[in-house]
């Protein structure tokens, strides 16, 4: 295959929020990989599986406003909702390059072969961590992360997939059912797009539930309405007090920490995590991170062993939780029950009961035959974790600080076991989960191609999405003044950034 070389000025990204433009080449092709020099220094070497799109435009969103405060290296090209070109033809550009995205070394890494691609642990992420972004003429992507776009999707529409796509993946992370009352506390800008994939899930499953938006401005209780909520409920006139309990499912948009203080009063069984800001939270640390891992925290009831995300179980080989690690702190006689009804319903399970360290060195140390433990789970790490306490569930999301590893498997589930009352975690948040049996789901990047399936099968959705989300379009040349504008929640919602006419 022939060399391909492009060059390019982009504005760079600092550590002190400021842009600065630089020259950038990208020199080589798909199937022998890429160099990636900056005003002449080479930068990165790409193995093979990435293509040049050239980029129509791409959308600012919080990460790119909080991207310097993430722990990878700056200065970058940033950006990552990005709508461009290949060959002609419309496409959006899913961000993480993992084996299954890059089409290479799928078959020996567990994340990518069991479909979970997205925490793939090699993975870098366009417009984040190495891989140059969206705002700039030209992008290198994943081969298998170039997705088409039909024609009948308006153009600036398919700007809106990716955090279209995560609302969605929250959505079908809880799967609300027919009867259900679900809130949407705090609707912004994730906000308003979970009201239209509320909507847009509701009429794509045929089911019939309630969507009420939770807000305090009245612009944007009357935009709710336009996104696809049912009913407003003005927060400034409502005291959480006064709507306990009113919902089954709260989805929790504010990324504050009372935020979610008030979903876990609101909610009846679920609240959903889509924002967090990194603050401990009711005595949880690593909230923020379980998001990452979108791990659910749920009560220690037996028929919680059989936790999964419902949009997984229709396929093929569905994803089954094998393997439980036990806190030794969990009582004999809970575990003994957990292991019985295991056995009366013909279930296949192991519980590990370990101490943390152990659980952690066999994790880390998988033997070099390729037999990976434990055992029968689709990878490296346990289905699901029984614990007694939130300083135990923050030792199974990160028992090493600051490493993105976790004992439980991404979209697997921790069960808070309740211990008797004598030694009962005081957090509000444990006792919701105890006494009101409340679980907490999280999830973050969705899946392109259904998102893009319902922004084709619903036009008029799709019209009221372009029309009240996005508020402004700005000039490559002119992103420092948009992202001023997308800092001010009260100027902006979405702001998008169009590439030059000439890329």
Same mark, same amino acid.
């Given at each position: 295959?022939?060399?391909?070389?492009?060059?390019?000025?982009?504005?760079?990204?600092?550590?002190?929020?400021?842009?600065?433009?630089?020259?950038?080449?990208?020199?080589?092709?798909?199937?022998?990989?890429?160099?990636? +020099?900056?005003?002449?220094?080479?930068?990165?070497?790409?193995?093979?599986?990435?293509?040049?799109?050239?980029?129509?435009?791409?959308?600012?969103?919080?990460?790119?406003?909080?991207?310097?405060?993430?722990?990878?290296?700056?200065?970058?090209?940033?950006?990552?909702?990005?709508?461009?070109?290949?060959?002609?033809?419309?496409?959006?550009?899913?961000?993480?390059?993992?084996?299954?995205?890059?089409?290479?070394?799928?078959?020996?890494?567990?994340?990518?072969?069991?479909?979970?691609?997205?925490?793939?642990?090699?993975?870098?992420?366009?417009?984040?961590?190495?891989?140059?972004?969206? +705002?700039?003429?030209?992008?290198?992507?994943?081969?298998?992360?170039?997705?088409?776009?039909?024609?009948?999707?308006?153009?600036?529409?398919?700007?809106?997939?990716?955090?279209?796509?995560?609302?969605?993946?929250?959505?079908?992370?809880?799967?609300?059912?027919?009867?259900?009352?679900?809130?949407?506390?705090?609707?912004?800008?994730?906000?308003?797009?979970?009201?239209?994939?509320?909507?847009?899930?509701?009429?794509?499953?045929?089911?019939?539930?309630?969507?009420?938006?939770?807000?305090?401005?009245?612009?944007?209780?009357?935009?709710?309405?336009?996104?696809?909520?049912?009913?407003?409920?003005?927060?400034?006139?409502?005291?959480?007090?006064?709507?306990?309990?009113?919902?089954?499912?709260?989805?929790?948009?504010?990324?504050?920490?009372?935020?979610?203080?008030?979903?876990?009063?609101?909610?009846?069984?679920?609240?959903?995590?889509?924002?967090?800001?990194?603050?401990?939270?009711?005595?949880?640390?690593?909230?923020?991170?379980?998001?990452?891992?979108?791990?659910?925290?749920?009560?220690?009831?037996?028929?919680?062993?059989?936790?999964?995300?419902?949009?997984?179980?229709?396929?093929?080989?569905?994803?089954?939780?094998?393997?439980?690690?036990?806190?030794?702190?969990?009582?004999?006689?809970?575990?003994?029950?957990?292991?019985?009804?295991?056995?009366?319903?013909?279930?296949?399970?192991?519980?590990?009961?370990?101490?943390?360290?152990?659980?952690?060195?066999?994790?880390?140390?998988?033997?070099?035959?390729?037999?990976? +433990?434990?055992?029968?789970?689709?990878?490296?790490?346990?289905?699901?974790?029984?614990?007694?306490?939130?300083?135990?569930?923050?030792?199974?999301?990160?028992?090493?600080?600051?490493?993105?590893?976790?004992?439980?498997?991404?979209?697997?589930?921790?069960?808070?076991?309740?211990?008797?009352?004598?030694?009962?975690?005081?957090?509000?948040?444990?006792?919701?989960?105890?006494?009101?049996?409340?679980?907490?789901?999280?999830?973050?990047?969705?899946?392109?191609?259904?998102?893009?399936?319902?922004?084709?099968?619903?036009?008029?959705?799709?019209?009221?999405?372009?029309?009240?989300?996005?508020?402004?379009?700005?000039?490559?040349?002119?992103?420092?003044?948009?992202?001023?504008?997308?800092?001010?929640?009260?100027?902006?919602?979405?702001?998008?950034?169009?590439?030059?006419?000439?890329?």
């Amino acid at each position: 295959m022939n060399q391909q070389d492009l060059s390019f000025d982009a504005p760079d990204y600092y550590a002190d929020g400021t842009f600065h433009r630089a020259h950038y080449r990208f020199h080589g092709n798909e199937t022998e990989g890429w160099h990636i +020099f900056r005003d002449g220094t080479l930068i990165e070497t790409l193995g093979p599986g990435y293509e040049v799109v050239d980029v129509e435009r791409c959308g600012v969103c919080s990460t790119d406003l909080a991207r310097r405060f993430l722990p990878y290296p700056l200065p970058q090209v940033i950006g990552h909702e990005v709508t461009g070109l290949r060959e002609g033809r419309r496409v959006v550009v899913e961000i993480n390059a993992s084996h299954a995205a890059r089409n290479r070394g799928t078959a020996h890494c567990p994340f990518c072969r069991e479909g979970l691609s997205t925490h793939c642990p090699d993975r870098i992420t366009l417009g984040i961590n190495r891989l140059p972004g969206g +705002f700039a003429p030209w992008l290198l992507a994943p081969t298998q992360a170039i997705i088409p776009v039909s024609e009948t999707i308006p153009s600036l529409a398919a700007a809106l997939t990716e955090p279209f796509a995560a609302a969605l993946q929250g959505v079908e992370a809880t799967w609300p059912k027919s009867g259900d009352r679900v809130a949407v506390l705090g609707p912004r800008r994730l906000g308003m797009l979970l009201l239209a994939a509320l909507r847009g899930f509701r009429t794509r499953q045929n089911l019939d539930f309630h969507i009420t938006a939770l807000a305090r401005h009245d612009a944007l209780l009357a935009l709710s309405s336009r996104m696809g909520a049912d009913d407003t409920v003005d927060l400034r006139t409502h005291s959480s007090a006064s709507l306990a309990n009113s919902f089954d499912i709260v989805f929790d948009t504010t990324g504050k920490p009372e935020g979610f203080e008030t979903a876990l009063k609101l909610a009846r069984r679920v609240v959903h995590l889509k924002s967090t800001n990194g603050m401990p939270v009711l005595g949880l640390r690593h909230l923020t991170d379980l998001v990452v891992d979108e791990l659910a925290l749920l009560p220690g009831n037996y028929h919680h062993l059989g936790f999964t995300w419902p949009v997984e179980r229709d396929v093929d080989a569905p994803r089954a939780n094998h393997n439980v690690f036990v806190s030794p702190s969990v009582p004999d006689h809970i575990l003994e029950e957990e292991m019985t009804q295991t056995a009366r319903t013909g279930g296949q399970r192991v519980f590990h009961r370990l101490t943390f360290e152990h659980a952690l060195q066999r994790l880390k140390n998988q033997p070099e035959d390729g037999h990976l +433990f434990p055992k029968d789970s689709p990878v490296p790490r346990f289905d699901l974790a029984l614990v007694t306490n939130l300083a135990e569930a923050d030792r199974v999301i990160r028992p090493i600080p600051d490493e993105e590893f976790s004992l439980v498997r991404p979209r697997g589930a921790i069960l808070l076991v309740d211990p008797g009352a004598r030694e009962r975690d005081p957090s509000p948040l444990a006792h919701a989960i105890w006494e009101r049996g409340i679980q907490v789901h999280s999830s973050r990047c969705g899946d392109f191609r259904r998102a893009l399936a319902i922004m084709e099968n619903q036009p008029e959705l799709t019209n009221i999405m372009v029309e009240e989300m996005i508020t402004h379009q700005f000039d490559l040349e002119d992103i420092e003044d948009a992202f001023s504008v997308a800092s001010d929640s009260s100027r902006s919602i979405k702001v998008v950034v169009n590439a030059p006419e000439s890329s």
